[in-house]
């Protein structure tokens, strides 16, 4: 059985993993603001700058390489976007699940010092009950640290693929278009 002071102790615990959890999505939605706040700041320059170029516009051709060099680095820069917005976003996930695993993990500890308690309390003739949950325990254990290592490879196979798509997408944005022929 807990004592109190046990169970006061492991309510502490909770409550800063709680604040904790608290302060890190506080801090991964201010760096959103921040991101957007930048990326809106930068937005308003570049339209200011590009309608006084408009305004000095003196023919159609002038305005056809005006727009096309005004839309070229857009792309760049929404691949550069979407790019800080998966690493806060990630970085972010990661700091949760890390510390879900450490509280999974001391949860875990916490089950096996209770099963390690009830069996050495258990009555005489109990010890294949004992080492039956035990052996589930230990069976269960083992299935959760599978699982836990298929969702870490999935999240690498998915970050790689999001880096090679933000890769290819910066290559193909940056890329030359061909001229057209009249």
Known sequence: ???????IAAQKANMETLFGLTEKAFAGVEKMVELNMAAAKAAIAETQ???HAVMNV????ELMAL???????LSEKAAAFSRHVYEIASTTGKEFGEAVEAKAAEAQHSVFGLVDSVSKNAPAGSES????????MTASQTAIESVQKAVKQATEAAEANMQALATS????ATAKPASRKR
């Open 1 to 7: 059985m807990m004592t109190a002071e046990q169970m």
């Open 49 to 51: 700058t590009q309608a």
């Open 58 to 61: 003196k023919d159609v051709q």
């Open 67 to 73: 727009q096309a060099g005004y839309l070229q680095p």
């Open 129 to 136: 009950a004992v080492a039956m949950m035990k052996s589930a």
């Open 169 to 172: 997408s910066v290559a193909t």
